[in-house]
C-alpha cells in the first residue's frame, strides 16, 4: 500500500486537465481544510474530491471486497468511509460547499464522458447548491 499515491492521481489529473481547460482556476490540496480536498475554489467556497471506488467504498461496479484478509479491508474501508463522513461534516460546518466525482464516472463500463462530468462541475461551481455527486452513469446535486 505505500505505493499507493493519495494527491495528483490519474482520475484527479483528468477531472483538473477538463477545468482548467473551462477557465476554471483552483488550488490543490490545502492542508488547512479537512481532507485536504483535491480542487479548492476559494471565491466559490467550494472544493471537490475526486475519489477512487475501492478506496471510499463506493456502491457501483468497481468496488469489491478483497478475497483475502477480508477482516483487514472491511475495517480499513470502513476507517476510510467515517474518515470522508466527518471531513464533509467539518466542510460544510464551516460553510464549503462539496463535490465528489468517483472513479467509475471516469472508467468502466458506466463512464460519462469527461465534457459531461466537467460541464456538470462547472454548472455546479456557478450555482448555490451545497453538495455534487457525480459517478458512473449518473450525477445528483442536493440542496
Same mark, same amino acid.
Given at each position: 500500500?505505500?505505493?499507493? +499515491?493519495?494527491? !495528483?492521481?490519474?482520475?484527479?489529473?483528468?477531472?483538473? @486537465?477538463?477545468?482548467?481547460?473551462?477557465?476554471?482556476?483552483?488550488?490543490?490540496?490545502r492542508k488547512n481544510?479537512?481532507?485536504?480536498? /483535491?480542487?479548492?475554489?476559494?471565491?466559490?467556497?467550494?472544493?471537490?474530491?475526486?475519489? #477512487?471506488?475501492?478506496?471510499?467504498?463506493? !456502491?457501483?461496479?468497481?468496488?469489491?471486497?478483497? +478475497?483475502?484478509?477480508? =477482516?483487514?479491508?472491511?475495517?480499513?474501508?470502513?476507517?476510510?468511509?467515517?474518515? /470522508?463522513?466527518?471531513?464533509?461534516? *467539518?466542510?460544510? =460546518? !464551516? #460553510?464549503?460547499?462539496?463535490?465528489?466525482?468517483?472513479?467509475? *464516472?471516469?472508467?468502466? +463500463?458506466?463512464?460519462? @464522458?469527461?465534457? =459531461?462530468?466537467? =460541464?456538470?462541475? *462547472?454548472?455546479?461551481?456557478?450555482? /448555490?447548491? +451545497?453538495s455534487l455527486e457525480? @459517478? #458512473?452513469?449518473?450525477?445528483? *446535486?442536493?440542496?
Open positions: 500500500m505505500a505505493g499507493i +499515491k493519495g494527491k !495528483n492521481t490519474k482520475p484527479e489529473m483528468i477531472i483538473r @486537465s477538463a477545468l482548467h481547460r473551462r477557465g476554471i482556476r483552483f488550488r490543490l490540496h481544510l479537512p481532507g485536504k480536498p /483535491d480542487l479548492v475554489f476559494n471565491g466559490r467556497n467550494a472544493v471537490i474530491f475526486v475519489h #477512487g471506488c475501492f478506496w471510499h467504498g463506493h !456502491n457501483c461496479h468497481l468496488f469489491r471486497w478483497p +478475497k483475502s484478509r477480508q =477482516d483487514f479491508w472491511r475495517e480499513k474501508i470502513r476507517k476510510n468511509t467515517e474518515r /470522508d463522513r466527518r471531513q464533509y461534516l *467539518a466542510l460544510a =460546518d !464551516n #460553510g464549503w460547499r462539496i463535490g465528489t466525482v468517483w472513479e467509475c *464516472a471516469l472508467k468502466g +463500463k458506466t463512464r460519462l @464522458s469527461i465534457e =459531461d462530468i466537467a =460541464d456538470q462541475c *462547472a454548472i455546479w461551481l456557478k450555482s /448555490d447548491i +451545497k457525480v @459517478s #458512473g452513469n449518473e450525477a445528483g *446535486a442536493t440542496v
